[in-house]
T-cell receptor, first 109, second 115 residues
Framework: GQNIDQPTEMTATEGAIVQINCTYQ??????LFWYQQHAGEAPTFLSY??LDGLEEKGRFSSFLSRSKGYSYLLLKELQMKDSASYLC??????????WGAGTKLIIKP | IAGITQAPTSQILAAGRRMTLRCTQD?????MYWYRQDLGLGLRLIHY???????GKGEVPDGYSVSRANTDDFPLTLASAVPSQTSVYFC??????????????FGPGTRLTVL
């Protein structure tokens, strides 16, 4: 079967750095996405990786290793507004997105 | 530009009733999707449409139907609601262009409770 694994919950301190990991086993790979979802709101797109390596976008970076079936989302200079769930999703061989259950990130002052 | 809108925002429904969730996008995206999101689970695809006039089944299609009469609208119908269909429903759309990321953009969601 297809599977996306990410930690259920993480806690970090305002101003610090946090890394959220995602491992996947899917039938085929056509890209990996990270979304942010605040409580009670819709998921919003953060990043897309299709080639190995690091993609940087402001305070957020996303890394991909296709050979290891692994990605991480790195958040720097954490702010209270970064408290949210972070969803990892992989596009499989049928070009359908397979979603992880999400990582709830709690930021403490 | 509104992006994607969904209606209603929330609804409480008696079991056995018929319900249509509405979704409209103004981005001229080819592809549209319906997901449900339940606590502790990832988003699960119910139905999708790659272009107007075509639809396909996702991971959890039973009890749901969709239509895609035009590019903008993609309604989801529950013919006879059951309590297990209590969930938050998200509609999404993407440009559907091959070779690109085909990023999905989400509507605000409909919170449905079936009693």
């Amino acid at each position: 079967g297809q599977n996306i694994d990410q930690p259920t919950e993480m806690t970090a301190t305002e101003g610090a750095i946090v890394q959220i990991n995602c491992t996947y086993q899917t039938s085929g790979f056509n890209g990996l996405f990270w979304y942010q979802q605040h409580a009670g709101e819709a998921p919003t797109f953060l990043s897309y990786n299709v080639l190995d390596g690091l993609e940087e976008k402001g305070r957020f970076s996303s890394f991909l290793s296709r050979s290891k079936g692994y990605s991480y989302l790195l958040l720097k200079e954490l702010q209270m507004k970064d408290s949210a769930s972070y969803l990892c999703a992989v596009k499989d061989s049928n070009y359908q997105l397979i979603w992880g259950a999400g990582t709830k990130l709690i930021i403490k002052p | 530009i509104a992006g994607i809108t969904q209606a209603p925002t929330s609804q409480i429904l008696a079991a056995g009733r018929r319900m249509t969730l509405r979704c409209t996008q103004d981005m001229r995206h080819n592809a549209m999707y319906w997901y449900r999101q339940d606590l502790g689970l990832g988003l699960r695809l119910i139905h999708y449409s790659n272009t107007a006039g075509t639809t396909g089944k996702g991971e959890v299609p039973d009890g749901y139907s969709v239509s895609r009469a035009n590019t903008d609208d993609f309604p989801l119908t529950l013919a006879s609601a059951v309590p297990s269909q209590t969930s938050v429903y998200f509609c999404a759309s993407s440009d559907g262009v091959a070779g690109g990321p085909d990023t999905q953009y989400f509507g605000p969601g409909t919170r449905l409770t079936v009693l």
